[in-house]
């Protein structure tokens, strides 16, 4: 109850804080509407006795008709105003700027995540969650919600007073009448909450399938082995499970809102009969008659409307909790600590690293010194654990055991390390932006002045001069009215991108493979002779790039099984060789 409490009470801060202004005006709006059908009904009351006691004949009750009367006209018109404006504000004050300010933050907090978390699928569905949160606007309505809901209960307070003038009865007959409702929206609400729980991970698997269908990338190889209708059906087998969940919940809805409808008639009914016996009995006038159904009918919408948004309020504030729970997940104050010089060695001892999905260890105690100034090749074959040891070493995942140094100092996650390092990545980012923003984002406060990227350019060969003319503001993507770069042109800027960052040491995991051998001889030729200063170390399964190595490691099943150079290897006989010999035999 209190974290209940304390969930509404942070929703309903935070949109003061976004929009406070708005949020002020909404909540004034729907207290003055609550007011609405209590002061309808008082200025109704008054007129139709004024006019009745003016058609017997009290001329003098003519004014007070005409007073009536235009108060009536002004409380209506006075709603209608407020209607326009308030939805004005609500949807744009409230609704729009709650949605843009969650997804910043949304954002701002998966970059500050581990990158570990979006290997773990608890966070992912709890990120999906908070990512829905958002989409169905559960935030923005929560505080509607609430607003709504303490303004229907003034409502409630303030027409039963009213009623009650009347006669006693009417409130329990209304309050009994409507009760189904609560508990309806009540125990429906917690079962839409839960289906929508468990079909996180099917919504997931929905959108992966229809991304395959949007992208580019998969759309080209679903085209050649015609899997499309493959895809689809398993796209409609999990649609069709979600639908039927849905199905099921909703006949249920519609069976108990409906017997709680007939209920609520039957209320109404009674307080007819109710009226009449006190018409018949000369307690109400026939004047006060009308406004007594009228009242009865607020009271019981209101009650209805009170007790349907109170019994959303947990399903509500669970969707919030949800938001919450994923901004509260702990995160990682990169670059709080200020990382090593790194004039000596990066040393690996003993380090091991499972994945939180993986069966077994992707790295088996490591043991790895990088001498600052070398040039590491790390060969094997696929799956053998070279990407996630360049991670490791890039620090984005923590060993699960043993520990990585920089000049003997431990690194820490909160370690400023990357401020040091470059990487091109395997599966390197496509930005569709222009070409200059591609590069220049591994530094953004270093220039790139146009004869610097001419030269670039000039050394990626990027630019093809008899098809395009790329130039430093040439936008990319097809989808976004720029160009379309093949894969291997696309690496090439990922290459420059890396290469363009002021680093102590540069990562390049397979950087070359959807090069073609000239380009790539000509690339890592260029790469090696800029900076002595700079440590590299380039994974590959290509034995050439060894003629670079100050070390070769060889890696297998997750661990290191040979280290040296090219004579001492070959001499060794072992992994080193066979590679050697396979790769040798393509170009004799
Ligand atoms: P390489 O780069 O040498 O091809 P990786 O480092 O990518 O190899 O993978 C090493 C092992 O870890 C493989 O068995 C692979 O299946 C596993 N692995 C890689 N990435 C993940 C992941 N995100 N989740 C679980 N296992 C993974
Ligand atoms: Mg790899």
């Given at each position: 109850m209190k974290t209940k409490a304390a969930v509404?009470?942070?929703?309903?801060?935070?949109?003061?804080?976004?929009?406070?202004?708005?949020?002020?005006?909404?909540?004034?709006?729907?207290?003055?509407?609550?007011?609405?059908?209590?002061?309808?009904?008082?200025?109704?009351?008054?007129?139709?006795?004024?006019?009745?006691?003016?058609?017997?004949?009290?001329?003098?009750?003519?004014?007070?008709?005409?007073?009536?009367?235009?108060?009536?006209?002004?409380?209506?018109?006075?709603?209608?105003?407020?209607?326009?404006?308030?939805?004005?504000?609500?949807?744009?004050?409230?609704?729009?700027?709650?949605?843009?300010?969650?997804?910043?933050?949304?954002s701002e907090k998966a970059a500050r995540l581990p990158l570990i978390d979006f290997e773990n699928p608890d966070v992912l569905d709890k990120q999906k969650r908070a990512m829905e949160c958002i989409e169905y606007e559960k935030l923005s309505q929560l505080f509607m919600s609430a607003t709504v809901c303490g303004c229907a209960l003034v409502s409630v307070i303030s027409l039963s007073l009213t009623l009650m003038q009347f006669s006693v009865f009417f409130l329990p007959i209304c309050i009994l009448s409507v009760i189904p409702y609560l508990i309806i929206s009540f125990l429906r609400g917690k079962e839409f909450y839960y289906m929508k729980y468990h079909q996180?991970?099917?919504?997931?698997?929905?959108?992966?399938?229809?991304?395959?269908?949007?992208?580019?990338?998969?759309?080209?190889?679903i085209r050649v082995f015609g899997c499309d209708h493959y895809l689809i059906e398993k796209y409609e087998a999990v649609k069709q499970e979600v639908l039927n969940e849905e199905w099921h919940f909703y006949?249920?809805?519609?069976?108990?809102?409906?017997?709680?409808?007939?209920?609520?008639?039957?209320?109404?009914?009674?307080?007819?009969?109710l009226s009449i016996l006190l018409a018949v009995q000369g307690a109400i006038t026939v004047a006060v008659f009308g406004s007594c159904i009228n009242a009865f009918s607020n009271v019981q919408a209101k009650t209805k409307e009170f007790l349907t948004e109170l019994a959303?309020?947990?399903?509500?504030?669970?969707?919030?909790?949800?938001?919450?729970?994923?901004?509260?997940?702990?995160?990682?104050?990169?670059?709080?600590?200020?990382a090593a010089v790194f004039s000596?060695?990066?040393?690996?001892?003993?380090?091991?690293?499972?994945?939180?999905?993986?069966?077994?260890?992707?790295?088996?105690?490591?043991?790895?010194?990088?001498?600052?100034?070398?040039?590491?090749?790390?060969?094997?074959?696929?799956?053998?654990?070279?990407?996630?040891?360049?991670?490791?070493?890039?620090?984005?995942?923590?060993?699960?055991?043993?520990?990585?140094?920089?000049?003997?100092?431990?690194?820490?996650?909160?370690?400023?390390?990357?401020?040091?390092?470059?990487?091109?990545?395997?599966?390197?980012?496509?930005?569709?932006?222009?070409?200059?923003?591609?590069?220049?984002?591994?530094?953004?406060?270093?220039?790139?002045?146009?004869?610097?990227?001419?030269?670039?350019?000039?050394?990626?060969?990027l630019a093809d001069p008899e098809k395009t003319e790329i130039a430093m503001n040439t936008k990319l993507g097809k989808e976004y009215d720029g160009i379309e770069l093949s894969g291997g042109q696309w690496q090439k800027l990922a290459i420059a991108r890396g290469n363009f960052r002021d680093s102590a040491l540069v990562i390049l995991d397979e950087p070359t493979s959807a090069l073609d051998p000239l380009i790539e001889n000509d690339i890592f030729t260029r790469f090696m002779a800029k900076d002595h200063d700079q440590t590299r170390i380039i994974i590959s399964h290509k034995v050439g790039l060894s003629k670079f190595a100050d070390q070769i490691i060889v890696m297998k099943e997750g661990q290191i099984i040979e280290t040296g150079l090219h004579q001492e290897l070959i001499n060794k006989d072992g992994e080193y060789k066979k590679l050697y010999l396979a790769q040798s035999e393509w170009y004799a």
């Open positions: 509404l009470f942070r929703t309903v801060g935070l949109s003061f804080k976004i929009a406070p202004f708005s949020s002020g005006l909404m909540i004034f709006y729907y207290v003055l509407e609550a007011l609405i059908p209590t002061a309808i009904v008082m200025v109704t009351t008054s007129l139709l006795n004024s006019v009745l006691a003016f058609s017997n004949g009290e001329d003098a009750q003519f004014n007070k008709v005409i007073f009536w009367s235009v108060a009536v006209f002004g409380i209506y018109f006075t709603q209608q105003i407020f209607e326009l404006i308030s939805n004005l504000v609500i949807n744009m004050g409230v609704y729009e700027k709650y949605i843009s300010y969650a997804r910043i933050n949304l996180a991970k099917k919504e997931r698997m929905l959108e992966y399938l229809w991304s395959l269908f949007c992208e580019k990338e998969a759309g080209k190889e006949k249920k809805e519609v069976k108990s809102l409906f017997v709680c409808d007939v209920i609520k008639v039957t209320g109404f009914v009674l307080s007819i009969f959303f309020l947990p399903d509500l504030i669970r969707y919030a909790a949800d938001y919450f729970d994923f901004l509260n997940l702990p995160e990682v104050a990169v670059g709080r600590e200020k000596d060695e990066i040393q690996l001892s003993e380090v091991s690293f499972t994945y939180p999905s993986g069966k077994s260890a992707a790295l088996k105690r490591i043991n790895l010194s990088i001498k600052k100034g070398s040039t590491v090749v790390i060969l094997g074959e696929n799956g053998s654990g070279k990407s996630t040891l360049s991670r490791i070493i890039q620090n984005l995942y923590v060993p699960n055991c043993g520990g990585v140094t920089v000049d003997k100092m431990p690194l820490s996650p909160e370690s400023s390390w990357h401020e040091k390092i470059s990487v091109v990545n395997q599966d390197f980012m496509k930005l569709y932006l222009t070409v200059k923003e591609n590069i220049q984002i591994s530094q953004l406060d270093k220039d790139l002045p146009k004869p610097t990227f001419d030269s670039i350019m000039a050394n990626l060969k």
